[in-house]
DNA sequence: TCTGGGGTCCTAGGACCC
DNA sequence: TCTGGGGTCCTAGGACCC
């Protein structure tokens, strides 16, 4: 383990102990989809959320079109397909790829990374010259677009928070922006400072929209503000949590780079409706389907889980519909892993929270409870009596489960299914206008690379 | 007609125990 | 008049992130 944050003390400062810097792609998933259409290149683009609902993701063009984030696509649809923009489904299996891609490229820059999000990562540098961080970074941007064909932006700073910050001014403000990289530690802190006023204390990373509105009422406006009140005085206004992001912005580091992600404590799986659904037999259809779906990412990162929660909802935009948001967990007496000790589960909670006669928008299943798989979890009363039995069992059904696993991975999903996820699947999800899939690992499909 | 999905951490309060 | 006090575990809710 390396000692954290051991900051360099001598005074002429000209190494920088630790940095960190992080990288992410400009509107990713519009970028995602030029990448394979170059067309789309200038042209106002949004990328709609499952069941082409919201705008998740615009282009600069449709920034500059007025289109907010998150916006119902039907409210601007008329006049945003007037002023010559266009709307994606969302793909995410070619953005997981190119993410993927994203990511290894960046890896070559350091050896400690942390993968954020689909979209951005985090790498920290130790015993580099600060200034030449500058270059290493633009290195970096240049490769990342030169051999994913993603635009990205990076930003250097002391702290992972500093690093956010950064990010956003390579974004944002004008002395970064044609560069794409803002680094901190490259200036003096009173210039440092400067930048950071300028930076609403709402765009600081850990602060949202209500510790925003907060922190507005006790006069602290910008990040600059909140990086020099004292630490222990907001503990005790707002929380732990955002003590820690003053002192990071401070350059007290507060929040460790994660290099290996933790096994998830939970996994959920669902999904709106493309159309309101009330019978009970297409409702087990889909419930059935998003427990096959939360199994395979259980067994993927090799856990059990000792319950499951399904719930139901109807449309909470709809004031003259009744509402009903039921849910109801399930414990399992071992834990599992299997897919239809799961779907069982989650059928009979199923039968016990659906009511007739309500439209329902959505359902989903949660497996809480997790623990790993290795951790062999005995039930007492099948394995204690009958040892043998219970362990032959046991090891067919993980057999059973890693071949569905395997061909499902290697021949595409939805190769292998239970039956009771239905084959008509009229609740499925609506893409009305989804690019091809490019399977980036068929070299037939490869796409074309622009010189 | 049409409004995403999937996570984490922290705290407060109740149940239970000694 | 006068009711212990402290620890642990669990859950629900509220905040945050992308």
């Known amino acids: 383990m390396k000692p954290r944050s051991e900051s360099d003390s001598n005074a002429s400062g000209c190494r920088s102990q630790s940095a960190f810097a992080l990288i992410d792609g400009n509107s990713f998933y519009v970028s995602c989809e030029r990448v394979f259409n170059p067309k789309l290149e200038g042209k106002?683009?949004?990328?709609?959320?499952?069941?082409?609902?919201?705008?998740?993701?615009?282009?600069?063009?449709?920034?500059?079109?007025?289109?907010?984030?998150?916006v119902p696509y039907f409210q601007i649809r008329k006049a945003f397909e007037r002023a010559g923009g266009i709307a994606y489904s969302s793909n995410y299996g070619v953005y997981a790829e190119l993410s993927q891609r994203m990511m290894s490229v960046i890896g070559q820059f350091s050896d400690r990374q942390e993968v954020y999000s689909i979209d951005e990562s985090f790498i920290q540098w130790?015993?580099?010259?600060?200034?030449?961080?500058?270059?290493?970074?633009?290195?970096?941007?240049?490769?990342?677009?030169?051999?994913?064909?993603?635009?990205?932006?990076?930003?250097?700073?002391?702290?992972?928070?500093?690093?956010?910050?950064?990010?956003?001014?390579?974004?944002?403000?004008?002395?970064?922006?044609?560069?794409?990289?803002?680094?901190?530690?490259?200036?003096?802190?009173?210039?440092?400072?400067?930048?950071?006023?300028?930076?609403?204390?709402?765009?600081?990373?850990?602060?949202?929209?209500?510790?925003?509105?907060?922190?507005?009422?006790?006069?602290?406006?910008?990040?600059?503000?909140?990086?020099?009140?004292?630490?222990?005085?907001?503990?005790q206004q707002v929380s732990v949590v955002l003590e820690r992001t003053a002192l990071?912005?401070?350059?007290?580091?507060?929040?460790?780079?994660?290099?290996?992600?933790?096994?998830?404590?939970?996994?959920?799986?669902?999904r709106s409706f493309g159309q309101p659904v009330t019978s009970l037999d297409e409702l087990s259809q889909a419930v059935s389907a998003y427990t096959a779906r939360a199994a395979e990412n259980l067994r993927a990162q090799a856990s059990r889980a000792g319950a499951l929660t399904?719930?139901?909802?109807?449309?909470?935009?709809?004031?003259?519909?009744?509402?009903?948001?039921?849910?109801?967990?399930?414990?399992l007496g071992p834990s599992s892993a299997d897919t239809r000790i799961l779907m069982r589960a989650a059928l009979s909670g199923l039968k016990h929270i659906y009511k007739p006669g309500c439209r329902y928008r959505k359902a989903g299943v949660m497996l809480p409870d997790l623990s790993a798989a290795t951790v062999e979890q005995g039930d007492l009363f099948s394995e204690l009596f009958d040892p043998a039995a219970g362990i032959i069992q046991q090891a067919d059904r993980e057999r059973l489960m890693t071949t569905l696993d395997q061909l499902n991975q290697k021949l595409g999903r939805g190769t292998l299914w239970i039956v009771a996820e239905g084959f008509q699947q009229n609740w499925r999800m609506r893409r009305e206008n989804l690019s091809p899939a490019y399977y980036t690992s068929h070299w037939d499909q490869l796409p074309v690379v622009r010189a």
């Not at 350059?251 to 290099?259: D, P, R």
Request: proline share 7%; net charge positive.
């Open 310 to 331: 399904v719930f139901l909802q109807t449309n909470p935009f709809d004031p003259k519909e009744p509402q009903y948001y039921p849910s109801i967990t399930i414990r």
């Open 248 to 270: 990071e912005l401070r350059g007290i580091a507060s929040i460790e780079l994660e290099e290996a992600p933790p096994p998830k404590q939970q996994i959920i799986s669902s």
């Open 126 to 235: 130790t015993g580099f010259h600060r200034f030449d961080l500058t270059t290493l970074a633009v290195d970096l941007r240049k490769r990342v677009k030169r051999w994913v064909g993603i635009p990205a932006g990076v930003g250097i700073g002391a702290t992972k928070t500093l690093a956010k910050s950064a990010n956003r001014l390579s974004k944002k403000h004008p002395d970064f922006k044609a560069q794409g990289v803002c680094n901190l530690l490259a200036l003096p802190e009173a210039v440092q400072d400067t930048y950071l006023a300028r930076l609403e204390v709402g765009d600081v990373w850990g602060v949202g929209a209500r510790w925003a509105q907060k922190l507005q009422s006790l006069r602290i406006r910008s990040a600059l503000d909140l990086k020099q009140v004292d630490p222990g005085w907001i503990r």
């Open 44 to 70: 106002p683009l949004v990328v709609l959320s499952n069941n082409d609902g919201a705008c998740i993701a615009r282009s600069e063009e449709a920034k500059a079109l007025g289109v907010p984030m998150a």
